[in-house]
């Protein structure tokens, strides 16, 4: 596909919204999910030491 401007390109036909959409959706998701990984195992290495203590 030829474009002819920046802002065609953009565009993508009319069909820039969905793509550029799509594309930050997946773009956010990977970013956010290291960062929810992160914290769910910081808390399960927080929560493990007392559990053995109650054992």
């Known amino acids: ?3 002819n401007s920046l802002n065609d390109f953009f ?3 009319g069909y820039g919204l969905y793509v550029w959409g799509s594309f ?3 773009a956010l ?3 956010i999910e290291p960062l ?3 914290a ?3 808390a399960i290495v927080a929560r493990v030491p007392a559990k ?3 054992e």
Request: aromatic share 4%.
């Open 1 to 3: 596909m030829h474009w």
């Open 40 to 42: 769910r195992r910081r």
């Open 24 to 26: 930050g959706a997946c």
């Open 36 to 38: 929810l990984l992160r």
């Open 11 to 13: 565009a993508m036909g």
């Open 29 to 31: 998701g990977m970013l």
């Open 52 to 54: 053995e203590l109650m």
